[in-house]
């Protein structure tokens, strides 16, 4: 094709075109729109060699490649130099023609894009721009299609959701909404949300969503418009954790500010009040208006407060908080003490901008704090000094006689029996005895003396400057003074004491040895018959140690086993034959030796251990009666209980369980009750006996006529037998009395179809008469003192009993 038809051509092409010999790399041909392109008149670059137009080194090595034929068609981005130097970015399409056989063409297409860069590169400004103005927000931004997917997110939304990096390097969108999912607490409803969001384009909300990790994100979401049209949206989050929080602990200051107890006020930075809460409305009787733009200094400088305010607000400012009590007055004109406390506010910059002052009413506890005091040193039940007081009057007496050479007194007095007024009438009937006590005891001592209550029924006259003579007088006072009848709703009953006096310094040179020693009197008062004094004797506190020792070694008895039991034959006075015997119990010490029944027994009563002993004492008497009735034998064992051993809660239980552990029946165990048990708590003991009836345990009143008998019992309670003391028994039968006595008492078991039997039988003259009155049973060394289990058997099973000759 000629020339001039491609000319023809190409001149029909919007691009500039030229055409190219691939041989010589001149232009053969070129369209008006490359002159116009590159600035030249028609016809000027026919012949140019095509690399004059390259601007660069890269271009003229563009050119060395297409001749050496490298490529038939290649496309690329360049630069072209203009006839006045200037420079053009264009893009070139290089395309190698063959014509014929023997010749071929470049055809050279160029598009100028220079507007084309200029619009991208504004593009790259304006995204580089919307780039930092997204990372420079302060909101988490996160951009996506209608579809949902990921257009682009900044770095604080990355670290709000905390993306993982591998996340971050990659293209996932299902994976970082997989780990939004799991950040969520709630990823269901997050979830739902989510998926109302995207099915409504136009759609705009706020959430708030609450991260595992403890972050609470508030998000914004509205939609991204162009053209008019929605194309994407835009979720920005923020974290309101702190903002919550901050807003939490305001709401709370203002709910604490509103219910606090305490009155509480406000000031600017001048002290002047800006507002008070509605306890100290209530307090004070002062309302917000009244006080507002008062000071605290004129608020609280009122009842000779001016030194002591100052003296606060000078603390205020110098450690920035005071606290002090002061007086102050209610709006109605009653005063109250108050505990008031000041705090400066300050600022960032340590600027002062408030004061806040609290205070409380304190007159309540002031009071109480007064009779407290009061009370610490008064007995609250009776008004006399207790054992502090009366330890620091005892301190001065002794100040007092220690400096003057003198002396003085200290009664201890214990209540006789008082514990029988408590269980019988009640603790509120004691209580009003202690009390008449009290104004009896009063009328005894001078106005220099003191009566205290150490607690109890325990009371302690301390005498001032008395001697030996002056405590016995005081003494014999109170004794007469407490035997006057006491009359309390309408029921007379008598009172009495047992007194121990101990003198200064004789019998000690300190409180403590004082009431120790007077204690000590006192409780030998008890041991020989109450209702008396005595004075401290050194040998009283051997006394006291002896008992120490006796209670110790009783209970290392009874845990290693050294008790024993003894038994005293029962004889069946129509038979002459032995039925049964009592356990007795008995004691060999170490280094007590032989300790008798009267000696320990007192001692384990007063101590507790009884308890313990008599549960030894029972399982080992049923022990006994196991082996004794095994052969066919019907031996009854009769087993002594004490009080406090009965008073037990699981007193029945007990032998009901020891009876069945042993499969013994219980018409083999016999009772003996002291009068004292039966006459105490009569209801509960009623219980107690009739459960053990129902057992089919027999059951005795030991030492019948010596306590307080009672025909009412006798015929309430379901006891099988009486025994007459051996004091009754001892002087038949030449004493008037004691026949008189006996008589009665088997005329009376016998009326109430009851046993008797006779303790203490010692000869043949006292076994007759009691066989003439008609007596049931008799024990005694007639026919053989108490003895060990061996002899027993030896000398009593399978044979009948001969009177004295078996002795």
Request: hydrophobic share 45%.
């Amino acid at each position: 094709m000629k020339t001039q038809q491609w000319q023809a051509l190409i001149e029909g092409m919007l691009e500039a075109v030229l055409l190219v010999d691939p041989l010589e790399l001149r232009i053969q041909a070129a369209n008006r729109a490359a002159y116009s392109l590159l600035h030249l008149n028609p016809g000027s670059l026919i012949g140019k060699a095509v690399v004059d137009l390259a601007s660069s080194p890269e271009d003229l090595f563009f050119w060395e490649d297409a001749a050496a034929g490298l490529s038939d068609n290649i496309f690329s981005e360049t630069l072209l130099q203009r006839e006045d130097g200037s420079v053009i970015q264009v893009e070139r399409q290089v395309t190698l023609i063959r014509i014929d056989m023997d010749s071929s063409l470049y055809v050279v297409a160029i598009r100028d894009h220079s507007n084309q860069r200029k619009v991208e590169n504004e593009l790259e400004k304006l995204i580089a721009e919307l780039r930092a103005t997204l990372e420079s927000t302060a909101d988490g931004i996160l951009v996506t299609a209608l579809d949902g997917a990921i257009r682009s997110y900044n770095h604080l939304f990355a670290e709000l959701w905390g993306l993982p990096h591998e996340l971050l390097t990659q293209r996932d969108d299902a994976a970082i909404y997989a780990w939004m999912d799991r950040c969520m607490v709630d990823a269901s409803h997050y979830s739902e949300r989510l998926g109302m969001i995207r099915r409504s384009p136009l759609m705009e909300a706020t959430d708030v969503l609450v991260l595992r990790s403890g972050k609470i994100l508030e998000r914004v979401t509205l939609p991204q418009y162009a053209r008019g049209r929605a194309i994407g949206r835009v979720y920005s989050y923020r974290d309101i954790t702190q903002r919550l929080a901050d807003d939490a602990r305001l709401e709370l200051a203002s709910k604490v500010f509103k219910s606090s107890t305490d009155a509480i006020f406000i000031t600017d930075s001048e002290q002047k009040i800006i507002t008070i809460n509605p306890s100290f409305e209530r307090l004070t009787g002062y309302t917000e208006k009244e006080m507002l733009g008062l000071s605290a200094r004129d608020f609280f400088a009122k009842e000779s407060n001016a030194s002591l305010v100052e003296t606060l607000l000078k603390q205020l400012e110098i450690h920035g908080v005071c606290e002090g009590e002061l007086w102050n007055r209610r709006k109605d004109g009653h005063t109250y003490l108050c505990m008031i406390s000041l705090v400066r506010v300050q600022d960032e910059a340590c600027k002062t901008i408030h004061y806040i002052g609290f205070f409380k009413d304190r007159t309540e506890s002031h009071v109480a704090k007064q009779k407290i005091e009061e009370l610490a040193f008064s007995d609250v039940l009776t008004g006399l000094p207790n054992r502090l007081l009366l330890a620091e009057r005892i301190k001065q007496s002794i100040t007092h006689a220690s400096r003057n050479n003198g002396s003085f007194a200290l009664l201890f007095l214990d209540l006789d029996h008082f514990k029988q007024i408590n269980d019988s009438l009640g603790h509120h009937f004691g209580d009003r005895v202690l009390i008449e006590v009290t104004e009896r005891l009063k009328t005894c001592i001078r106005q220099v003396d003191t009566a205290a209550r150490l607690g109890g029924d325990e009371f302690v006259l301390l005498l001032h400057q008395a001697d030996a003579n002056g405590a016995e007088i005081c003494a014999r006072r109170v004794l007469a003074e407490l035997k006057a009848p006491f009359s309390l709703d309408g029921m007379h009953f008598n009172v009495t004491s047992s007194i121990g006096v101990a003198l200064y310094p004789a019998d000690g040179s300190t409180m403590d040895d004082l009431i120790k020693n007077a204690d000590s009197a006192m409780y030998h008062v008890k041991e020989r018959g109450r209702s008396d004094f005595r004075f401290y004797q050194r040998q009283m506190n051997i006394g006291l140690l002896s008992r120490m020792k006796i209670d110790h070694a009783m209970r290392q008895a009874l845990e290693h086993n050294h008790f024993r039991l003894h038994y005293q034959p029962l004889v069946d006075l129509a038979t002459n034959q032995v039925f049964g015997a009592e356990a007795l119990l008995r004691w060999h010490d170490k280094d007590l030796g032989e300790v008798s029944p009267a000696q320990f027994i007192p001692i384990a009563e007063e101590t507790g251990v009884i308890v313990a002993i008599g549960n030894w004492v029972m399982a080992s008497a049923i022990q006994q009666a196991v082996l004794w009735n095994s052969n066919g034998q019907h031996l009854r064992l009769s087993v002594n209980v004490s009080a406090l051993q009965f008073q037990q809660a699981d007193f029945v239980e007990n032998i009901a369980s020891a009876l069945h552990q042993a499969n013994l029946p219980p018409d083999r165990i016999e009772l003996e009750l002291t009068e004292s048990i039966l006459i105490r708590e009569v209801e509960e003991t009623l219980i107690k006996l009739e459960s053990l009836a129902a057992l089919g345990v027999k059951m005795a009143i030991d030492d019948f006529g010596t306590g307080y008998s009672s025909l009412s019992y006798l015929k309430r309670f379901p006891i099988n037998k009486l025994k007459i003391d051996r004091s009754f028994v001892m002087n038949l039968p030449n004493d008037e009395s004691d026949i008189a006595i006996v008589t009665a008492i088997i005329s009376l078991a016998h009326a109430l179809k009851l046993r008797v039997i006779a303790e203490g039988v010692e000869n043949e003259q006292q076994k007759t008469f009691l066989q003439t009155l008609d007596c049931d049973e008799l024990q005694g060394f007639l026919y053989s003192p108490a003895i060990t289990a061996t002899e027993f058997e030896q000398r009593y099973l399978h044979f009948p009993v001969r009177g004295a000759a078996a002795k």
